[in-house]
């Protein structure tokens, strides 16, 4: 069973910084494809930020200059650094895993094609 657990969710302020953390262990080996989602209130969820297993990384338009993916190999964990957030940032994030090779782009827009999901953890952003 894939494990991921979500850390780094809260309430900043328009403009501020949140850094989330995903650990799944054993999942460069495993050479799964992983990314991070989102859904805000009254939505359907959305592909944030993918990275593949060659390192390639893909976002949504929504984030694109201002959230950066990455990953540390030697502690099995996946990053998401949010910048300059705004108010329609707020929505529950989600680390997601999936058994099959998919370049970045295709993990983006996979979203609940995803196999395995943690449960989330929420991002407040306030104006």
């Known amino acids: 069973q894939v494990v991921r657990v979500e850390s780094g969710g809260g309430s900043v302020q328009s403009g501020g910084s949140l850094s989330l953390s995903c650990v799944v262990p054993?999942?460069?080996?495993?050479?799964?494809?992983m990314g991070w989602y989102r859904q805000a209130p009254g939505k359907g969820v959305e592909g944030v930020a993918a990275?593949?297993?060659?390192?390639?990384?893909a976002y949504s338009e929504s984030v694109e200059g201002r959230f950066t993916i990455s990953q540390d190999s030697a502690k099995n964990t996946l990053y998401l650094q949010k910048n300059r957030m705004r108010p329609e940032d707020t929505a529950m994030h989600y680390c997601?895993?999936?058994?099959?090779?998919?370049?970045?782009?295709?993990?983006?827009?996979?979203?609940?094609?995803?196999?395995?999901w943690g449960k989330g953890t929420l991002v407040t952003i306030s104006s």
């Open positions: 990275i593949d297993d060659n390192g390639n990384t």
């Open positions: 054993g999942y460069i080996c495993r050479r799964l494809s």
């Open positions: 997601a895993a999936d058994g099959d090779q998919m370049t970045a782009i295709q993990i983006i827009r996979a979203t609940v094609g995803m196999d395995q």
